[in-house]
Nanobody
Framework: QVQLVESGGGLVQAGGSLRLSCAAS????????MAWYRQAPGKQRELVAR???????NYGDSVRGRFTISRDNAKNATYLQMNSLKPEDTAVYYC????????????????WGQGTQVTVSS
């Protein structure tokens, strides 16, 4: 039972910034990977950013250089700092966390947040 709570979405003008937060709670022994995905109407869900337990990061091509993912292990949280926002970034953003529930487990759970709306106006 791992639950994610997202916050930070909203309305912003093109060129502005937003910071999304995702906090995990429940019977968590370890967190392996934390990630952000997004889905716009009529489009497939796509990976925005991912950070591993070793702090390696991956970014989608369309956001690389503008977005930064980070992790706070003490709070079981991940953050997505979004700068230089474009109207094309408008989507529902979903937090994703995977890890172990017991010692020795790497990936025993995969949890999704409820989604938070990000709207960028021109």
């Amino acid at each position: 039972q791992v639950q994610l709570v997202e916050s930070g979405g909203g309305l912003v003008q093109a060129g502005g910034s937003l910071r999304l937060s995702c906090a995990a709670s429940g019977s968590i022994f370890s967190i392996n990977t934390m990630a952000w995905y997004r889905q716009a109407p009529g489009k497939q869900r796509e990976l925005v950013a991912r950070i591993t337990s070793s702090s390696s990061t991956n970014y989608g091509d369309s956001v690389r250089g503008r977005f930064t993912i980070s992790r706070d292990n003490a709070k079981n949280a991940t953050y997505l700092q979004m700068n230089s926002l474009k109207p094309e970034d408008t989507a529902v953003y979903y937090c994703n966390v995977a890890g172990g529930l017991r010692p020795g487990e790497r990936i025993a759970y995969v949890s999704w947040g409820q989604g938070t709306q990000v709207t960028v106006s021109s």
